[in-house]
């Protein structure tokens, strides 16, 4: 069962226009700002993640460092909330393709000098958020977009920081427990 439906408005806010992706948490939607009059993306959380102990408190803990990593390769955080009992994260609409849907096993990789500009970019962007102090976790193919600019160049977006954490520093409380398994 999905947890929103087309049509649905999130927050008085935001109306999902269509459904992009479904997982096991939750749900990414298109969707309309109606206040801005712009497209957007939102990710909805499954209810019952947002009944968790902390977890609304680790979601918005980790919205905010995510929405502080500035960077033209980063996916720009515009929102959070709740809503209904579900977290939302309202971010950028991207217009490309993930990673995993360009490189498939047994098609031969991009050109050289495009796999590595996309490799760079990638590099740049986690340079970035380290230096901040931010591990990703969950760095994949399908967490990887590439869209392409006007002058026929690829800009690589990284998205999904939702199971990274801050890099513990003296005093720092650590949001998820040593052996836990995250990812995928």
Do not use: C, W
């Amino acid at each position: 069962m999905s947890v929103a439906e087309v049509g649905d408005v999130i927050a008085t806010r935001y109306r999902l226009t269509g459904l992009l992706g479904e997982g096991g948490m939750g749900a990414v939607f298109e969707a309309k700002d109606l206040n801005l009059d712009r497209e957007v993306a939102i990710k909805l959380m499954h209810a019952q993640f947002g009944a968790q102990p902390d977890a609304e408190a680790r979601f918005a803990r980790e919205a905010k460092v995510s929405a502080a990593l500035h960077h033209p390769n980063a996916v720009k955080i515009f929102d959070f909330g709740k809503d209904d009992g579900r977290l939302f994260l309202v971010m950028e609409k991207l217009r490309g393709k993930s990673l995993s849907a360009i490189v498939n096993p047994g098609v031969p990789l991009p050109p050289h000098a495009r796999t590595v500009d996309i490799v760079r970019q990638i590099a740049e962007v986690l340079i970035t958020a380290h230096e901040m102090g931010l591990v990703h976790r969950d760095l994949k193919p399908d967490n990887i977009f590439l869209e392409v600019a006007s002058d026929g160049s690829d800009r690589v977006v990284v998205v999904d920081f939702g199971l990274a954490f801050i890099a513990e520093r003296e005093g720092a409380e650590r949001m998820t427990q040593e052996g836990m398994i995250m990812g995928t």
